[in-house]
Nanobody
Framework: QVQLVESGGGSVQAGGSLSLSCTVS???????VGWFRQAPGNEREGVAT????????YYADSVKGRFTISQDNAKTTVYLQINSLKPEDTAMYYC????????????????WGQGTQVTVSS
């Protein structure tokens, strides 16, 4: 059974940093894990994805240089480090998993966590 559980969200001031965690279970090494975000009234946006097998990473252009996705050596936790936070980063952040190649398209991910809220104040 696949499970993904996010943690680490919170309220921070602009310019600050947060580290989100996604604890995963039931995945194979062929799965990719991605981080997505959704602000009220907006579509769910893919921000970063990582290959569990190779550690290859993919980023949305809008977050390159500020967001870093990584995983622990045991491959049980996927992290999203967010630096230089901006008010427009305010959203619910979700981790998700898919089997196969890297993608930032939410429609291609079949397994989802419940999300963790990130709120950035100016």
């Amino acid at each position: 059974q696949v499970q993904l559980v996010e943690s680490g969200g919170g309220s921070v001031q602009a310019g600050g940093s947060l580290s989100l965690s996604c604890t995963v279970s039931g995945l194979t090494l062929r799965h990719y894990v991605g981080w997505f975000r959704q602000a009220p009234g907006n579509e769910r946006e893919g921000v970063a994805t990582i290959s569990r097998l190779f550690g290859t990473t993919y980023y949305a252009d809008s977050v390159k240089g500020r967001f870093t996705i990584s995983q622990d050596n045991a491959k049980t936790t996927v992290y999203l480090q967010i630096n230089s936070l901006k008010p427009e980063d305010t959203a619910m952040y979700y981790c998700a998993a898919r089997y196969g190649g890297g993608s930032l398209d939410a429609r291609e991910f079949g397994y989802w966590g419940q999300g963790t809220q990130v709120t950035v104040s100016s």
